[in-house]
């Protein structure tokens, strides 16, 4: 990874919505609407204003609606490719390595029902030359999501989306950076969950942690959407 235009944001949207319930029985959550625009409309223009130019989606449940609304990025001003599910989900882990073929040397990989007060250029940078990973933590208490990384002195220490802690204060914000090598650590061609690679990166301290102090934003839940599309119509007062 040389720059941060030439490195591919990866967007997680294949998944289902199934939490939005009516909103989203006919359209993907990428395609949901926030503050009268399509969620996605938001991500891009976020990413544009980052400097990011290269994003894949991944994408899977109503892909054709993706295809058709996005394109090529091109009126976005991002080049956007596709890297699809097929006809068995593969989960996030599995997302990714199919994506494989697209994404260089590396890529951020992003959630795709998540809008993130973020400085993409400082995260581009913490990530050291040893490491082969980075995550971003944010220090919830469990006030947003249930928090599930203990990260202490700047160090992140474990990650664990099924085994929470006490100690654990923090919780993954929804980017991360991954070089190709610890993608390829994911098995091919067979379903798995990122927290799996995120778990062991941790555990072998190959994965390092950058604290953001502003709050993440999703819409996979109703709750979500409101506070999503607030903080959406905040920013543009």
């Known amino acids: 990874m040389t720059d941060l235009a ?6 997680l949207a ?8 009516d909103v989203a029985k006919a359209i993907p959550k990428a395609l949901v609407p926030v503050a009268g625009r399509p969620f996605v409309d938001h991500q891009f223009e976020d990413l544009y204003e980052q400097g990011i130019r290269e994003v894949v989606m991944c994408v899977g ?11 090529d990025g091109a009126r976005f001003g991002l080049r956007v ?3 699809e599910d097929g006809p068995t989900p593969r989960g996030t ?11 260089g040397d590396g890529c951020f990989v992003l959630y795709g029902d998540s809008l993130l007060d973020v400085d993409y250029a400082r995260v581009f940078d913490s990530l050291s030359h ?20 203990l990260f202490q002195r700047g160090r992140l220490l474990r990650y664990s989306k099924q085994d929470a802690t006490p100690d654990m204060t923090h919780i993954d914000y929804g980017l991360s950076l991954l070089r190709r090598t610890a993608i390829e650590r994911i098995p091919a061609g067979q379903p798995s969950d990122l927290a799996e690679l995120y778990s062991a990166l941790v ?23 409101r506070e999503a599309e607030q903080f959406v119509l905040s920013r543009a007062a």
Do not use: W
């Open 203 to 225: 555990a072998s301290g190959e994965m390092v942690g950058f604290e953001v102090t502003k709050r993440f934003y999703e819409i996979g839940s109703p709750s979500g959407l």
């Open 81 to 83: 490719r596709y890297s």
């Open 14 to 21: 294949g998944g289902k919505a199934t939490r939005l319930g």
């Open 61 to 71: 449940h109503f892909a054709d609606q993706i295809r058709d609304y996005v394109g």
């Open 130 to 149: 040893t490491a082969l990973g980075l995550m971003t933590v944010f220090h919830n208490e469990n006030s947003f999501d249930k928090s599930n990384v």
């Open 93 to 103: 882990g599995g997302a990714v390595r199919r994506a494989l073929p697209l994404i």
């Open 6 to 11: 030439s490195t591919p944001v990866l967007i």
